[in-house]
């Protein structure tokens, strides 16, 4: 059995400073999640969602249901 290495990326819209989050969407055919992990800290946890829920949250953000505060 090989493990895929999780391939973190930041978007390209973060530019704020290091406040970010990463995602490795390289995991969804393999593993099934979507990990995300705060960018300061990538030894830290991090969390996987399903990918219907991240495509959700996502879809939300575009949206602007967050608003920025």
Request: charged letters at 20%.
């Amino acid at each position: 059995m090989t493990t895929e290495t999780p391939r973190w990326f930041t978007s390209s819209y973060s530019s704020n400073g290091g406040a970010c989050v990463e995602v490795a969407a390289n995991l969804i055919a393999s593993r099934g999640e979507v990990p995300v992990r705060d960018s300061k800290d990538p030894n830290g946890p991090a969390l996987a969602f399903e990918p219907c829920a991240w495509s959700s949250f996502v879809a939300a953000l575009k949206r602007g249901e967050f608003p920025a505060t």
